[in-house]
């Protein structure tokens, strides 16, 4: 369960940024989104590494701040910002715009993410999402934004019909487009 929390998270800081007096709230199409998480994944594992210090063995990939794994999603988040900058200015007030469209938009919006993402990291579950990271490592980063966007459409279907059923949801609203 806290996985989902984990995963869904990532979307949550863009969403907030979203204009609450738009009629027809914008989606996020599953590239726009991944661009989005692939921007964010440097500084969340970062940030995980830093809280699961402690839990984790020094040659835990989430541990290293620098390293092969960092660099190789640094270079990634970096090659993706145009379009995940593009996601954030859709999902905005569109008075906010120009402040969007500067350098100072990605420094705080992946320090609004990390924090969001990670905070919902119980110490005890430092272990699975090093693991997770550890299988999700040979993987290109695209593929891991895309395993990400899947596995956060698929909770939101799933959303859906948990609350049909119960009523409450545990999940952040994420403004993910449907399928075609």
Known sequence: ????????????????????????????????????ATVALPDVIRETGRVCAQRLPATSLIRSGSGPLIAKYQAAADRAWPAAQGAIVKLSDPAVTLLLQSEYARPVLTSLIAPLVVGRV???????????????EPLP????????????????????????????????????????
């Not at 996985?3 to 726009?32: I, K, M």
């Not at 005890?124 to 999700?136: A, F, I």
């Not at 279907?157 to 609350?163: E, G, L, P």
């Open 122 to 136: 119980a110490i005890e579950d430092c272990g699975t999402v090093d693991r997770l990271v550890t299988l999700l």
């Open 1 to 36: 369960m806290r996985v989902r929390f984990r995963l869904a998270a990532l979307f949550v800081a863009p969403a907030l940024l979203a204009s609450p007096a738009a009629a027809q709230r914008p989606c996020l199409t599953s590239a726009e989104a991944e661009s989005l």
């Open 141 to 180: 980063p695209a593929n891991t934004a895309g395993v990400i966007v899947t596995v956060l459409r698929y909770l939101k279907a799933d959303k859906t019909k948990s609350v049909a059923k119960s009523g409450k949801t545990g999940l952040p609203e994420i403004p993910l487009c449907p399928q075609p």
